[in-house]
């Protein structure tokens, strides 16, 4: 089986940084996309960002300029780093891999989350 843990959110406060990491772990014979999704209370998960096998990146628009994910194919990790953070940005934070398995199976994985909490 795969896994991912993910590590880093807490609380800070308007205008401070936190970086998010995940590692994924198990059967692993490749990771395509690995990602950042947010889930505010009420609302539905939403993409942060992304980053493919190849270093292209995706945001969405409410992070550009204050977000930077990236990642490290050689220890299938992933990280997100926030600044600037705004009260908005607030949510649980999940990690996401799109993962084929060394039995050449093909999942999403995800994580199990982190809060991210930013006060004004």
């Known amino acids: 089986q795969v896994q991912l843990v993910e590590s880093g959110g807490g609380l800070v406060q308007a205008g401070g940084s936190l970086r998010l990491s995940c590692a994924a772990s198990g059967i692993i014979f490749s990771i395509n996309t690995m990602g950042w999704y947010r889930q505010a209370p009420g609302k539905q998960r939403e993409l942060v960002a992304s980053?493919?096998?190849?270093?292209?990146?995706n945001y969405a628009d409410s992070v550009k300029g204050r977000f930077t994910i990236s990642r490290d194919n050689a220890k299938n990790t992933v990280n997100l780093q926030m600044n600037s953070l705004k009260p908005e940005d607030t949510a649980v934070y999940y990690c996401n891999a799109d993962i084929i398995t060394t039995l050449r199976l093909r999942f999403s994985s995800w994580g199990q989350g982190t809060q991210v909490t930013v006060s004004s």
């Open positions: 980053v493919t096998s190849g270093g292209s990146t």
